[in-house]
């Protein structure tokens, strides 16, 4: 079974920084494709960074240079480093895993970005 548990949200003012965690249920799917995806109240969730099992990374536009997708393979966990955040980055966040070519999402975590 395919399970992720986010964590690290919160409420920060704009300009502020947060990190996510995500734990995957199983050691060895911290070396798959894995990815952030938020969804922002009434729009579809959007794809936010990938990392590959190969270590290559990709943001959508919207979050390069303020946003870092890394992951710590010793401890299993895949992180979100957010910078510089702004109102338009309010959403939940949710973690990713592409196994046998299903893509597999946690619960999310809410992020809040206001003044």
């Known amino acids: 079974q395919v399970q992720l548990v986010e964590s690290g949200g919160g409420s920060v003012q704009p300009g502020g920084s947060l990190r996510l965690s995500c734990a995957p249920s199983?050691?060895?799917?911290?070396?798959?494709?894995m990815g952030w995806y938020r969804q922002a109240p009434g729009k579809q969730r959007e794809l936010v960074a990938t990392?590959?099992?190969?270590?290559?990374?990709n943001y959508v536009d919207s979050v390069k240079d303020r946003f870092t997708i890394s992951r710590d393979i010793s401890k299993r966990l895949m992180y979100l480093q957010m910078n510089s955040l702004k109102p338009e980055d309010t959403a939940v966040y949710y973690c990713s895993v592409v196994v046998a070519g299903n893509t597999y999402w946690g619960q999310g975590t809410q992020v809040t970005v206001s003044a």
């Open positions: 199983r050691s060895t799917f911290i070396l798959y494709d």
């Open positions: 990392i590959t099992s190969g270590g290559n990374t």
